[in-house]
């Protein structure tokens, strides 16, 4: 075995770890509990589950790569606004969205009581059936497959679709046949975040009271006290996101998918009734997916900043940024020294894929399980160390950030790899063939060649990965250290006691912090 393959063994090793801890629970399976589970909730469970992940799939899916084609191959009033606007709805943690959402129509809500008055309307249940959940989840997720699939799409020749158009094909058709195609490895590397982010989320569904994985293992842990039973069932939510990662990379099988130009201005000029069209969808979307939420968050947050308000919210401020930065950051480098192994050589390596995707693996893993996990496992080598340096209960490893900011590398890489591996993927080997031509070595050829070309793809990697960090709850509620507060962990505390106006003060400044990276990526893409 090569050296190169050697370090992505490590890495992969190293990332995976926390799935070889839950797996371990197997060893001592309490089977009582299992069977009472497996009676009860398992038939639902796995409905609900399977149900949610293609309404996801679909929903997300086709509203993201909809939106994506919209604004990068297509002019319309507005497009440029939009460019930007479609990515907003990222930066809101989809529980936030959820309880906003339920607050406005749920039966009692404002929408639904004055609809009963106005009309003969007799009101619904939101909370029954998933057709609300998957909604909540498609309007929070659709960025990751729109942020992907705009790369993908940018990264098109225009003498494709110009090819298309001399032969008479329609609009539609070159959609299909020409630019779907040379998209669909960004596409289907959006949908699978968003699918494994549903996998893993507890908020929505626990607000909305739909049985999935999530509220199962919650259930294992907060009712029964069984971190054995909660990471049995973690391990099958683990074994859901595997075939979800295989499944994608085999059906890819070894197609290639990279051009050697990429689209500077929109190849169609919408116009009438066309124009018209797109700019309502558009506004319909913002509306539906930003607008509406923040709106309500801001008649919240008005009518309590006199109370909540206080200095400890720069500190909460302070302590969400810095760890969403240096997450972000560790992140992206490990993704850029794994992919840079992978894309080495022009044949791809079946087992450098196939250690990418045990890498990426902890991404279905919830933050609660991998915590405890970790927990367990940095807690033995602290008796360790305090056994032999004879140390009374110092908590040298388990209580520092290093243990923090390494579940979030080991849960978010795969976040990471996705939009950088695209980038890769639209690298066309003969810079790489000129290059070797010309005597550079494997580092030249990375730093001269690999890194500016995909730099636009890391940036959205950073930008995703310190969002994913700052909005993550389970993990960095048990791992942190004393006194790290979050703004996400604030937002948890008010919301569990039901105090959803109070928790729209610290919701808007995890937004508006979120918003703040987001503008600074932009402004890199722009620049470039």
Same mark, same amino acid.
């Given at each position: 075995?090569?050296?190169?393959?050697?370090?992505?063994?490590?890495?992969?090793?190293?990332?995976?770890?926390?799935?070889?801890?839950?797996?371990?629970?197997?060893?001592?399976?309490?089977?009582?509990?299992?069977?009472?589970?497996?009676?009860?909730?398992?038939?639902?469970?796995?409905?609900?589950?399977?149900?949610?992940?293609?309404?996801?799939?679909?929903?997300?899916?086709?509203?993201?790569?909809?939106?994506?084609?919209?604004?990068?191959?297509?002019?319309?009033?507005?497009?440029?606004?939009?460019?930007?606007?479609?990515?907003?709805?990222?930066?809101?943690?989809?529980?936030?969205?959820?309880?906003?959402?339920?607050?406005?129509?749920?039966?009692?809500?404002?929408?639904?009581?004055?609809?009963?008055?106005?009309?003969?309307?007799?009101?619904?249940?939101?909370?029954?059936?998933?057709?609300?959940?998957?909604?909540?989840?498609?309007?929070?997720?659709?960025?990751?497959?729109?942020?992907?699939?705009?790369?993908?799409?940018?990264?098109?020749?225009?003498?494709?679709?110009?090819?298309?158009?001399?032969?008479?094909?329609?609009?539609?058709?070159?959609?299909?046949?020409?630019?779907?195609?040379?998209?669909?490895?960004?596409?289907?590397?959006?949908?699978?975040?968003?699918?494994?982010?549903?996998?893993?989320?507890?908020?929505?569904?626990?607000?909305?009271?739909?049985?999935?994985?999530?509220?199962?293992?919650?259930?294992?842990?907060?009712?029964?006290?069984?971190?054995?039973?909660?990471?049995?069932?973690?391990?099958?939510?683990?074994?859901?996101?595997?075939?979800?990662?295989?499944?994608?990379?085999?059906?890819?099988?070894?197609?290639?998918?990279?051009?050697?130009?990429?689209?500077?201005?929109?190849?169609?000029?919408?116009?009438?009734?066309?124009?018209?069209?797109?700019?309502?969808?558009?506004?319909?979307?913002?509306?539906?997916?930003?607008?509406?939420?923040?709106?309500?968050?801001?008649?919240?947050?008005?009518?309590?900043?006199?109370?909540?308000? /206080?200095?400890?919210? =720069?500190?909460? +401020?302070?302590?969400? %940024? #810095?760890?969403?930065?240096?997450?972000? !950051?560790?992140?992206? *480098?490990?993704?850029?020294?794994?992919?840079?192994?992978?894309?080495?050589?022009?044949?791809?390596?079946?087992?450098?894929?196939?250690?990418?995707?045990?890498?990426?693996?902890?991404?279905?893993?919830?933050?609660?399980?991998?915590?405890?996990?970790?927990?367990?496992?940095?807690?033995?080598?602290?008796? /360790?160390?305090?056994? =032999?340096?004879? +140390?009374?209960?110092? %908590? #040298?490893?388990?209580?520092?950030?290093? !243990?923090?900011?390494? *579940?979030?590398?080991?849960?978010?890489?795969?976040?990471?790899?996705?939009?950088?591996?695209?980038?890769?993927?639209?690298?066309?080997?003969?810079?790489?063939?000129?290059?070797?031509?010309?005597?550079?070595?494997?580092?030249?050829?990375?730093?001269?060649?690999?890194?500016?070309?995909?730099?636009?793809?890391?940036?959205?990697?950073?930008?995703?990965?310190?969002?994913?960090?700052?909005?993550?709850?389970?993990?960095?509620?048990?791992?942190?250290?004393?006194?790290?507060?979050?703004?996400?962990?604030?937002?948890?505390?008010?919301?569990?006691?039901?105090?959803?106006?109070?928790?729209?003060?610290?919701?808007?400044?995890?937004?508006?912090?979120?918003?703040?990276?987001?503008?600074?990526?932009?402004?890199?893409?722009?620049?470039?």
């Amino acid at each position: 075995m090569n050296r190169s393959r050697l370090v992505l063994l490590f890495w992969a090793v190293v990332l995976a770890a926390p799935i070889f801890v839950v797996s371990l629970s197997w060893l001592t399976p309490q089977w009582s509990l299992l069977q009472h589970f497996v009676d009860t909730l398992l038939s639902d469970m796995l409905v609900n589950t399977l149900v949610l992940l293609v309404g996801v799939a679909v929903g997300a899916g086709i509203l993201g790569t909809g939106l994506a084609w919209l604004v990068t191959l297509c002019d319309f009033p507005g497009r440029r606004w939009f460019e930007w606007l479609f990515f907003l709805p990222f930066v809101l943690p989809a529980y936030v969205v959820a309880f906003v959402y339920l607050g406005l129509f749920d039966f009692a809500g404002p929408i639904q009581s004055f609809l009963r008055e106005m009309t003969s309307f007799k009101g619904i249940d939101v909370r029954t059936g998933s057709a609300s959940v998957i909604l909540v989840f498609t309007l929070v997720f659709y960025p990751y497959v729109y942020m992907l699939a705009r790369i993908g799409f940018q990264s098109q020749r225009y003498t494709f679709i110009e090819a298309g158009q001399t032969l008479g094909a329609s609009s539609f058709k070159i959609f299909w046949k020409v630019s779907l195609p040379l998209a669909r490895p960004s596409i289907v590397a959006g949908i699978t975040l968003a699918l494994m982010e549903t996998l893993s989320d507890f908020g929505v569904v626990s607000i909305f009271n739909y049985d999935t994985f999530t509220t199962v293992i919650y259930s294992a842990w907060e009712d029964y006290r069984s971190v054995e039973v909660a990471a049995q069932v973690a391990s099958l939510l683990v074994l859901f996101s595997f075939l979800l990662i295989f499944a994608e990379r085999y059906s890819r099988g070894r197609a290639k998918f990279y051009t050697d130009q990429c689209l500077v201005e929109p190849p169609y000029r919408l116009k009438g009734w066309q124009a018209l069209l797109a700019s309502v969808v558009s506004i319909l979307v913002v509306t539906l997916a930003f607008a509406l939420p923040v709106t309500q968050l801001l008649i919240w947050a008005w009518q309590n900043f006199a109370v909540e308000w /206080g200095g400890h919210y =720069w500190n909460l +401020i302070w302590n969400s %940024l #810095l760890l969403g930065v240096m997450a972000a !950051v560790m992140a992206v *480098a490990v993704a850029l020294l794994l992919l840079s192994i992978k894309y080495r050589k022009r044949e791809r390596s079946r087992t450098d894929s196939l250690l990418l995707g045990v890498a990426s693996m902890g991404y279905a893993l919830p933050g609660s399980v991998m915590a405890i996990g970790l927990l367990f496992v940095f807690m033995m080598i602290d008796r /360790g160390m305090q056994h =032999w340096f004879g +140390i009374e209960a110092l %908590l #040298l490893v388990s209580g520092g950030l290093g !243990v923090l900011l390494y *579940a979030y590398l080991s849960r978010f890489i795969a976040v990471a790899l996705g939009p950088v591996e695209g980038a890769f993927e639209s690298v066309q080997p003969s810079y790489v063939e000129a290059a070797q031509t010309m005597g550079a070595g494997r580092f030249t050829i990375f730093r001269r060649v690999y890194l500016p070309l995909v730099l636009p793809g890391a940036a959205v990697a950073f930008l995703m990965v310190a969002v994913d960090v700052m909005k993550e709850l389970p993990a960095t509620y048990l791992l942190r250290p004393y006194g790290w507060d979050t703004l996400a962990i604030q937002v948890y505390e008010l919301a569990a006691e039901g105090l959803y106006e109070r928790a729209a003060l610290p919701s808007l400044a995890l937004i508006a912090i979120s918003l703040l990276i987001l503008w600074g990526v932009k402004r890199i893409e722009y620049r470039r």
